[in-house]
């Protein structure tokens, strides 16, 4: 994919980096880093969330003109470190009063996530899809989960190697059925990438990145931050097993969306296979992957419970923005760049007479 | 075939080595299954490692669950 249009003094520092212009100055970014403007939310922020993004996506594909050694370049990581810090502080800091609540209630563990995941209080956009979304809004909801669903699942794969036994053989039992059972149609990658198609946007990883807000890549980079660090397994599992269990019901009701607005059949069928899927899912995330992983000592109780908090913040933090915009009549997507098209393409084939450009 | 635990009539699983675990409040676990047969004698394939069989009796997809035993369970 190509490197993003930058947002800031973060990402123009990242993106001069990569592209080899000049090496990473981390001196500066990390005085950037410490000098944030007051007020600075590090759970949206746009700038602070694409330079982020970048140094994690290094660990998953390429970016055209960027050498791939980078990855484990001294300095590269050094400003990820700089930049992951505060962002696990403020995860930490906004998901306490929760983990703190859920480690003091009664109940087996898998009954206390399950709990959790029920009561926490969020916005409904699945709802909203359901019943009042037109099709330019579900088109920007499919770009906005393009930049994780490229990739479903991957940054729980992180964690496979790092854990044992039972919740090993879990975690590979779920992931299996994540990736196609062996059938690469079947990739929920891939089959969202054809719902993409069916919507007429554009399937390829990362096309998307310029339009999506700080809150959809910092719900991403939540994902990378748990999987990608051996000492927060426990809490990538966590949010493993909240992404499924707040998934089923949600999927059935995108689904109905899909069908109200008569977008192709292939789209509700992405939908249709993750009601189903992760009813199966959520059951062996929370039991036989946390459960067990705390059980028997692998990892800690507060490390789970704290990565389902974030997975449930994350999801009201974007669930907030989406339908403050929809309600307000504004898109959620920031303005096409130069170089990239001002409107969102129409479906192939979906209703008639429907004006379907989204507005940028 | 090894149980593990109650399966409420009359669920049928189709396999050469199927276990069965029940999820308290929620659906069975079944592993190693290649068909469920609902009470109405429908087979319903399926290819996955392992498949949740609803045991509330009340999904929009039988007989897999879809998550309406948390509905249920909002609603007491």
């Not at chain 1, 393009?146 to 794969?157: M, R, V």
């Not at chain 1, 807000?213 to 990378?224: D, F």
Request: aromatic share 6%; glycine share 10%; net charge negative.
């Amino acid at each position: 994919m190509l490197l993003p249009q930058t947002r800031g003094p973060l990402s123009e520092a990242v993106v001069a980096g990569l592209a080899g212009h000049r090496s990473f100055d981390v001196a500066t970014l990390s005085r950037a880093v410490q000098e944030l403007p007051a007020g600075t939310d590090l759970l949206t922020d746009d700038d602070f969330h694409l330079a982020l993004w970048m140094l994690y996506e290094l660990h998953y594909h390429d970016f055209e003109g960027v050498d791939p050694d980078l990855e484990w370049d001294p300095d590269v990581l050094h400003v990820r470190r700089l930049l992951e810090g505060p962002f696990e502080a403020e995860l930490r800091r906004r998901c306490e009063p929760h983990v703190a609540e859920t480690l003091a209630a009664e109940g087996e563990l898998p009954e206390r996530l399950f709990a959790l995941t029920e009561s926490f209080e969020g916005p409904s956009v699945a709802k909203f899809v359901h019943r009042k979304a037109t099709l330019e809004q579900f088109l920007e909801l499919m770009v906005q989960r393009s930049i994780y669903h490229l990739k479903e699942s991957d940054p729980h794969s992180w964690v496979i190697p790092r854990i044992t036994g039972k919740p090993k053989a879990a975690l590979v039992e779920l992931q299996y059925d994540e990736y196609g059972g062996g059938r690469p149609d079947r990739l929920h990658a891939t089959m969202f990438g054809d719902s993409l198609e069916g919507c007429g946007l554009d399937r390829r990883y990362g096309a998307y990145v310029d339009r999506v807000p700080g809150y959809t890549l910092a719900s991403n980079n939540a994902m990378s931050l748990l999987g990608l660090h051996r000492r927060l397994r426990g809490a990538a599992m966590g949010h493993l097993g909240a992404f499924e269990a707040t998934s089923s019901l949600p999927c059935r009701k995108f689904a109905g969306g899909v069908r109200r607005l008569g977008l192709p059949e292939v789209v509700a069928t992405y939908f249709d296979e993750h009601v189903e899927a992760d009813a199966v899912h959520e059951q062996l995330a929370f039991r036989d992957i946390c459960g067990e992983l705390v059980r028997t000592g692998q990892a800690e109780e507060r490390d789970v419970v704290l990565g389902v908090t974030v997975c449930l913040l994350m999801d009201a933090v974007a669930g907030d923005r989406m339908l403050a915009a929809w309600e307000a009549g504004r898109s959620t997507l920031r303005a096409g760049s130069a170089g990239s098209p001002q409107t969102l393409p129409a479906p192939s084939s979906g209703p008639r007479g429907v004006h379907r450009a989204v507005a940028s | 075939m090894r149980l593990v635990g109650r399966v409420p009539e009359p669920v049928a699983f189709c396999g050469d080595d199927i276990e069965v675990t029940p999820c308290p409040e929620g659906p069975m676990l079944v592993r190693g299954a290649d068909a469920v047969r609902d009470g109405a004698g429908e087979l319903h394939p399926t290819t996955r490692p392992v498949v949740a069989v609803c045991a509330c009796d009340r999904s929009q997809r039988m007989p897999w669950c879809d998550g309406t035993h948390k509905v249920l369970r909002r609603r007491q």
